[in-house]
C-alpha cells in the first residue's frame, strides 16, 4: 500500500508530506520506545507512535522509515514539523489508539 | 574513497532534543560515500543509541569517527560517572536511567545492547568517576 492508502485506512490527518503520498511502504512498527524501534525493526517503512517529541523523527530517520503516524490524536510541535521536513518524513495523526490503528493497518495486508 | 576519512563532534549533555545530530550527520557523510545501507543502518543506530546514552548519564562528550574503505570506527568519549558493572549494563532491560528519559522514549535498557548488536566490534572502557569510553567498529563487506 502506498501512504495514501495508510492515510484513508487510519482516517489520518496528513501534517506534513502531501508530495510524499505515492511513495509505497510494505511493513510496520508500532511503539512508544525508541530503543525498541531500533532494537527490533528492520526494513520498515512506518512507525505508529504515541510518543511526541523530536527523537521520534531521529530515529526514524535512523532506520530510513518513511513515514510517521501519531496515534490517540497527538500532535507534532514546529519544532519535530520541521525535522521531518528536513528529512522527507512524512507526519500525519489519526485520532485511534494505538491497538485499533494497528488492527486496521495488519487486516489490510501490512505486517510487521 | 581512498584516504581515512576522520569525524568528529561534540556532543551538547544539556539538550535531548539535538541528541543524534552527529549520528544524522555521519549518516549522511556514509551515503555520499556510497556505502552499502545496510552498513550505514548499523553505524547510524549503534552511534545514535551512544550519542543518547552520553546525553542521559554523562552530560555530553566527544565522538571521533573513522571512515577507512574497509570500516568504520567510533569512539565515544565521556567524563560522567562511569558505569560500575559493565556487565549487568549490557543486559537487555537493565536500566539506571531516571524515568523523565523514559517518558521520552529511552531508558529501557537497551541501548548498550542495542550498541553491541549493531557493530561487529564492541570495547567498554570505563571507570566510576572518570568517564566512559566506548569504542565500536562496523565492517564495509
Known amino acids: 500500500m502506498t501512504i495514501q492508502d495508510l492515510k484513508t485506512i487510519l482516517e489520518a490527518e496528513v501534517i506534513f508530506g502531501d508530495e510524499l503520498m505515492d ?26 507512535t504515541g510518543l511526541v517529541n523530536p527523537q521520534v523523527v ?19 510541535d514546529n519544532d519535530i514539523i520541521e525535522l521531518a521536513q528536513e528529512r522527507d518524513i512524512a507526519l500525519m495523526s489519526t485520532g485511534l489508539r494505538m491497538f485499533t490503528a494497528c488492527g486496521l493497518l495488519w487486516e489490510k495486508g501490512l505486517r510487521g | 574513497m581512498e584516504n581515512l576519512i576522520k569525524l568528529s563532534y561534540e556532543v551538547d549533555g544539556e539538550d535531548f ?32 543509541e551512544g550519542e543518547i546514552n552520553m546525553v542521559i548519564h554523562a552530560e555530553g562528550g566527544v565522538i571521533d569517527v573513522e571512515i577507512s574503505p ?62 566512559t569510553t566506548v569504542s565500536m567498529t562496523v565492517y564495509i563487506q
Open chain 2, 17 to 48: 532534543t539535538r541528541a543524534g545530530e552527529a549520528s544524522a550527520s555521519v549518516k549522511k557523510s556514509l551515503r555520499k560515500l556510497g556505502v552499502p545501507p545496510d552498513v550505514i543502518r548499523k553505524v547510524a543506530i549503534a552511534l545514535y
Open chain 1, 58 to 76: 531521529r530515529t526514524a530517520d535512523m532506520m530510513d522509515i518513511r513515514c510517521i503516524v501519531f496515534v490517540r490524536g497527538k500532535r507534532p
Open chain 2, 70 to 131: 574497509e570500516h568504520v570506527t567510533m569512539v565515544l568519549r565521556d567524563h560522567g560517572k562511569g558505569i560500575a558493572d559493565v556487565e549487568k549494563a549490557m543486559q537487555e532491560g537493565y536500566s539506571t536511567a531516571p524515568d523523565e528519559v523514559r517518558s521520552l522514549g529511552f531508558g529501557a535498557g537497551m541501548g548498550l545492547p542495542n550498541m553491541k548488536k549493531y557493530s561487529d566490534e564492541m570495547t567498554i572502557d570505563s571507570t566510576v568517576g572518570v568517564g
Open chain 1, 23 to 48: 511513495q509505497e511502504i510494505h511493513t510496520a512498527c508500532g511503539s512508544d520506545m525508541m530503543s525498541d524501534v531500533l532494537a527490533f525493526v528492520k526494513d520498515q517503512s512506518v512507525l505508529l
